[in-house]
């Protein structure tokens, strides 16, 4: 996560730093997006949606843990979430 973090723009990093601050706040916010990725399990990944182009991947370990594992660009991130 952190070095596909260091690799956005500056923007982008902002993009994403928002979308962190509402899943933190609410899993489940509707501008989220939040669904399991289909084929991954054990453990089971999860993407979210900070804008129409940028993805933040993750696994739930309890209700209240969210690992984070990718970020970044659409196709690039949920190709290796």
């Not at 990725?37 to 739930?60: C, Q």
């Amino acid at each position: 996560m952190k070095k596909a973090y260091k690799k956005l723009d500056k923007q982008s990093q902002k993009v994403i730093n928002q979308a962190l601050v509402i899943l933190a706040e609410d899993f489940s916010h509707p501008s989220l997006r939040v669904k399991k990725m289909t084929g991954y399990h054990k453990p089971d990944v999860w993407e979210a949606s900070a804008n129409m182009d940028l993805r933040i991947t993750f696994e739930l370990k309890k209700p209240d843990t969210i690992i984070l594992r990718n970020c970044g660009h659409h196709n690039r991130t949920l190709n290796n979430p």
